[in-house]
């Protein structure tokens, strides 16, 4: 099911019914936005029902078009829940689905459509009890979102913090001239603690000098993640490699549009 509270805008972010011409996961994979791998990763997060904030200093990084492809990749026995601000309201939750997936445009103060002050918190304290959530927001790394959140006019306490989920850093990277490309810069998880502000733990790291991504497999990292996603330690590696296995497949046989896309994933969870 889908449904849309107070929808003030036209953008095509979070259409799930029509063709549009918006990138997609496997494009940006293409175009190396992002790998395989970490491909795989995002995927099972929302997968799994984690909360994902996408956040980026700039403004055509791309983190909106990241979080509206991922949207494809949400199971159909979720609740999409287009939220839309200034002003949160609860949605009502549909019986038969597992849970409800709040998709809100933005944390920020910068258009109507997205949530602020005291209205963040608000959705934090439903997100709590009632699902997760995916949205973006303007911060350069990890530590930057907890502050937006953790100070005024937010003032998210501590524990709400915790709710977080996992943050994705996007980087919109100069090539010359008007020519701009994009990058996942980092993926953190947000930790709770038992006092304070929760612990940011970096999953996947870009490594510019490498020019690849550094997968963090201390056992901290790990068992931190298993954890965030309800699975059993033993099979978070073959999950991943299960999931990049597909993508990797949909490549080969030439999926590429947004329509393809999402017919392959409604598909897959048809089989499941």
């Known amino acids: 099911m889908v449904q849309r509270i107070k929808r003030r805008t036209t953008e095509w972010w979070g259409d799930s019914g029509k063709e549009s011409n918006r990138p997609n996961i496997l494009s940006m994979i293409k175009n190396n936005t992002l790998d395989t791998r970490l491909a795989a990763m995002l995927w099972l997060l929302f997968d799994r029902g984690s909360s994902v904030?996408?956040?980026?200093e700039e403004k055509s990084s791309g983190k909106t078009s990241m979080l509206s492809a991922l949207i494809d990749f949400i199971p159909p026995n979720y609740q999409k829940s287009y939220v839309y601000g200034p002003k949160f309201e609860s949605p009502?939750?549909?019986?038969?689905?597992?849970?409800?997936?709040?998709?809100?445009?933005?944390?920020?103060?910068?258009?109507e459509a997205n949530l602020w002050k005291s209205d963040v918190a608000k959705m934090l304290k439903w997100s709590n009890d009632g699902g997760p959530?995916?949205?973006?927001m303007y911060a350069g790394s990890p530590e930057h979102v907890i502050r937006v959140f953790s100070t005024s006019p937010l003032k998210?306490?501590?524990?709400?913090?915790?709710?977080?989920?996992?943050?994705?850093?996007?980087?919109?990277?100069?090539?010359?001239?008007?020519?701009?490309?994009?990058?996942?810069?980092?993926?953190?998880?947000?930790?709770p603690e038992k006092s304070g502000k929760p612990k940011l733990i970096t999953l996947v790291g870009w490594e510019p000098d490498l020019d690849q991504y550094n997968f963090m497999d201390s056992q901290l990292a790990i068992s931190n993640l298993s954890k965030h996603l309800n699975l059993d330690i033993d099979k978070l590696e073959s999950?991943?490699?299960?999931?990049?296995?597909?993508?990797?497949?949909?490549?080969?046989?030439?999926?590429?549009?947004t329509s393809e896309v999402r017919k392959a994933v409604n598909q897959y969870y048809i089989n499941q």
């Open 53 to 56: 904030i996408f956040a980026s």
């Open 239 to 257: 999950e991943i490699n299960r999931l990049r296995r597909r993508l990797e497949a949909w490549i080969a046989i030439g999926t590429s549009t």
């Open 156 to 191: 998210v306490p501590n524990k709400a913090l915790s709710k977080i989920g996992v943050i994705v850093i996007v980087d919109a990277i100069s090539t010359g001239g008007r020519s701009v490309s994009r990058r996942v810069r980092e993926l953190a998880l947000v930790v």
């Open 92 to 111: 009502e939750q549909e019986e038969g689905l597992t849970k409800t997936y709040l998709l809100i445009p933005g944390i920020s103060d910068t258009h």
């Open 133 to 136: 959530f995916g949205t973006t």
